[in-house]
């Protein structure tokens, strides 16, 4: 089965600066690539996602790089603000078969104002 | 854009109970939905895929006799731990995808259930 990696598990960033999170994932077959941020005591919300056939994907501030042939994506966040602290989750799944998403360890987000 | 709606929000029931949690695509029909549960600090972990009108798919090293998945219909799952222990205490989290907005898969606001 799939099995995604993410780093850090941890990240404090002053506001303004940039943060950059990164997973791998292992099936080949994965073609669906999301991100989500987790606020305490919420289920996730969808931020930004990237398909296979995509390297790279911008909404405002938040962007998401792809490299298929090294099992690699990543999610990177400009002008950071104290209201992106949060927990961010990478997953990587597939629109054959289950369709079901498998998800990275999770990345807590600290802006520091 | 899609929305999942998951009720309770909290639950606290002694152990021994059973507690049934309800997920209900709102706007959207929903031939499969997905049963995840977190703990604390920690990641998303799929428990099961429910399926509307036959039988839900565990994922290995969950009972599914514990936790009875009910697809009765397109819009409604419904996730009942049965004989809650101490240790079913966590957060458990529905979601499911529209068709209609590509593969982005939609989340519940999850369930804070604590057994005492």
């Known amino acids: 089965g799939e099995n995604v990696e993410q780093h850090p598990s941890t990240l404090s960033v002053q506001e303004g600066d940039s943060a950059v999170i990164k997973c791998t994932y292992s099936?080949?077959?994965?073609?669906?690539f999301p991100w989500y941020k987790q606020e305490l005591g919420k289920g996730p919300q969808l931020i930004i996602d990237?398909?296979?056939?995509?390297g790279e994907k911008k909404d405002q501030r938040i962007a998401v790089t792809l490299n298929k042939t090294a099992k690699h994506f990543s999610l990177h966040i400009t002008e950071t603000q104290p209201e992106d602290s949060a927990v961010y989750f990478c997953a990587a799944g597939s629109n054959f078969g289950n369709e079901k998403l498998t998800f990275g360890t999770g990345t807590r987000l600290t802006i520091i104002p | 854009g899609a929305v999942v709606s998951q009720h309770p929000s909290r639950v606290i029931c002694k152990s021994g109970t059973s507690v049934k949690i309800e997920c209900r695509s709102l706007?959207?029909?929903?031939?499969?939905m997905f049963w995840y549960r977190q703990f604390p600090k920690q990641s998303l972990m799929l428990m099961a895929t429910s399926n509307e009108g036959s039988k839900a798919t565990y994922e290995q090293g969950v009972e599914k006799d514990k936790f009875l998945i009910n697809h009765a219909s397109l819009t409604l799952s419904t996730l009942t731990v049965t004989s809650a222990h101490p240790e079913d205490s966590s957060f458990y989290i529905c979601?499911?995808?529209?068709?209609?907005?590509?593969?982005?898969?939609?989340f519940g606001s999850g369930t804070r259930l604590t057994v005492v």
């Open positions: 979601s499911a995808r529209d068709p209609g907005q590509g593969l982005g898969y939609t």
């Open positions: 706007d959207f029909q929903a031939t499969t």
């Open positions: 990237i398909r296979s056939n995509v």
């Open positions: 099936d080949s077959a994965s073609n669906y």
